[in-house]
């Protein structure tokens, strides 16, 4: 019950995230898209988080273990710059949409796809999440859960499937709110942050996780299909 009441209030404070990312630009509520799109996120990130709560629990509370006193210098830094590659370009949309507007405005079409770009990025994530145990923020060997290695399932394809996630989690929302411009933004300040994060990542796991090395033969794939 606690593990549940954990999650659906991290749920909460996304929200309340997401929320002053789209709102506080623009000093308005008067935003359809974003009031839609927190809806559709409220909804599948407590169905999802009341399933992985039930049927893994011990993903959720992977996701809890920060690590920081294990976290070195170069994690933190790559960690804050995904971040900013998350947050940054949701800003830039609010504005984009009520302010800038740099490119010409989109279509009904195109932002139904970017809401679907989105929902496909969500479902990724939560993959990567069902088949990982120790997907834990902070990158670190979890030596008191015997932390082991995650090469099945969606791992089989993809080393890094939770920032794929992460990415067309990010473009599809910015998509959906309509700004071609925060879209481009969004696609390259996430891609150069993951591949410098992957670098960090996968340093420490090869030189520590059992079999990581040996995973990457077989895995080719980091997080960009058919280029990275």
Known sequence: MLLLVKTLVGIAFQLAFFSALMFVPICSFDWAEAFVWLQVYAFIAIVSGIYLVVSRPGAVEARMRAGRDAQTQADRLALSL?????????????????????????????????????????????????????AAPTVHIQQGEAHVLADGDIYAYLRHPMYTGFLLFTAGTTLWLASYAATVLAVVMLVASTIYRIGVEEATLRAELPGYSDYTQRVKTRFLPFIF
């Open 82 to 134: 995904m971040v900013a590659s998350m947050m940054v370009p949701i800003i830039a949309a609010a504005l984009d949409v009520f302010s800038w507007q740099l490119l010409p405005p989109l279509g009904a079409v195109v932002q139904s796809v970017g809401m679907a770009i989105f929902l496909v990025g969500f479902a990724l994530v939560i993959s990567a999440m069902m088949h990982n145990e120790f």
